[in-house]
Structures are given as structure tokens and as C-alpha cells.
């Protein structure tokens, strides 16, 4: 284990295993794909395949991993340096596009692995203020006007309803997007990281719409102390590289065998 202790990624690890474990998925058919930092070490420490890849670039690799071999499951991880700075570009074009991939970003507010510079979520105010932070990205407002098709957000010290979170993200047929306030206590500042121990609201516990966008969006964008976890937006959409029935090619073969063949004369 490289995390500190009382790492917030720590809650994550076991919501995750514990999720896994519930949902019955093969490790030998499961690939878990990360970026770079603190919390894309997490794909040491499960017993599914996984591949640690560059900052910013899991998103990429792991659609690479799904359209070569669309019957594994592809989830990937990562920070939110990872999600909403060098890779916030990957991310919005797979957030509408919708492929069946599950995304778990572990925001901090800090880049911890290069010892706590500010992140794009980082909040205003005492070390995000010095290294010029800026307003912060609200993760779940830009993944729902994005396109993803299931955003949820969970908190890496609520671990019942994280385990019950990313089952269900696991489980959507699509793009899922699970935010987690993972906090870093060795480099968040009170003043600039998500609160330690939030009041947390669960909203599945109201009577939100989940499946009305504006609503979700509005319910993001809501801004008071108080840490909303839950469901926020979730549809159905066609899947990326999944042809709607008996939209096949005429010849019978689909696309992805058709790349196949094409890849097996390339070879030399
Ligand atoms: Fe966790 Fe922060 Fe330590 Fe990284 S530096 S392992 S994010 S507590």
C-alpha cells in the first residue's frame, strides 16, 4: 500500500471490492483501467486484470480494451485531475458517446501525488487560492451536460450507500460516472478540499427525477454545506458500437468482426 493513512481512497478500495464481490463479476473477464496518481494505484491492489495507465489517458486505453473485446467488463478509475484537466477532453467526447464503460473518479480537490497542488475541483481559498486555482469544476454538472447517461456521486466515508452506488453504475448498460469526494488528508486545507465529514444528504431518499436532466442539473448545481449523494441523472441511450436490432451490415457481419478481419491481413 503507497496511499497515507486515512487516505479517502482507502473507502473507495474496499466499496469497490465489496461491489465487485456482490455483483458477481469474473475477474478473468473484468479489466480495470487508470490514469496516473495516488488513486489509479487502486488497480494494484484488486484481483481483476487491470492497466495503469497515463495521466489523463484511461478513457481512451479503456474504450481501446472494450472495442477489442467487447464481452469484458471495462471500468475505469482515476483522480480528478485525471477526469476534469489533461483528460477532460476524452471525457467529454465518451461521455456522449456512450459506451459501456463504468467511471469512478476519486475527487480530492488536490493532486496528492505530487505533493497537493490545486486540482480543478479544488475549492477556493487557501492553497487552491495561491496556485492560482480558479473558480472549480462541479463534476457532476459537466458530466451531465456531457451526455453521460448514469452520474452519481458518492462519499469515500459513506461506504453503504458507495458499495449500493457503484453496483448500480456496474450494472447500467452505458457510460457511468460515480464522482467520490475522496479526501486527502495529508495535503487538502480545510478552506479548499471537500469537507472531511459533510452533512450528506442521500437524494434517493427524495422524490428527485432521475431521469429529468434539467432537474439533475439543477440539484448539482445547488450549492450549501451540504454533500448530496445519489443518483442524479440516469437514461437509456444506445450504446456506442452496439447496433440497434437488425441494424447490421448486409452482409451479416458486424463491424467489429469486419476491424477483425481487416487486422489479421494487416498482420505481416
Ligand atoms: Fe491519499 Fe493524499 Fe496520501 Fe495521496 S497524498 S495517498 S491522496 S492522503
Redesign the pocket.
Known sequence: M???P????FGVLEALREAFSRTGLDPAQTVLVTGSG??SMIGFFVKTYAIHGLHGRALPIAWGVKLANPSLKVIVAGGDGDAFAVGAGHLVHIARRNPDLTYLIMD?G?Y??TR?QASPTARRGGMAEENGAGQPINPLAFLITAGATFVAQGYSEDPQSLILLIQQALNHHGFAAVNIL?P?????RPEAAPPYRPEVVNIEATSHPVHDRLEALRLAMTEDDRLRVGVFYRENRDVLNEKPKGAGREDGRDDLTRLGEIMDELKP
Do not use: A
Not at 6 to 9: E, F, I, S
Not at 184 to 188: A, E, H, I, W
Open positions: 503507497t496511499w497515507c486515512g487516505c479517502g481512497d495516488c488513486s480530492n488536490c496528492g501525488l497537493g475522496s486527502c488528508p495529508t495535503f487538502n
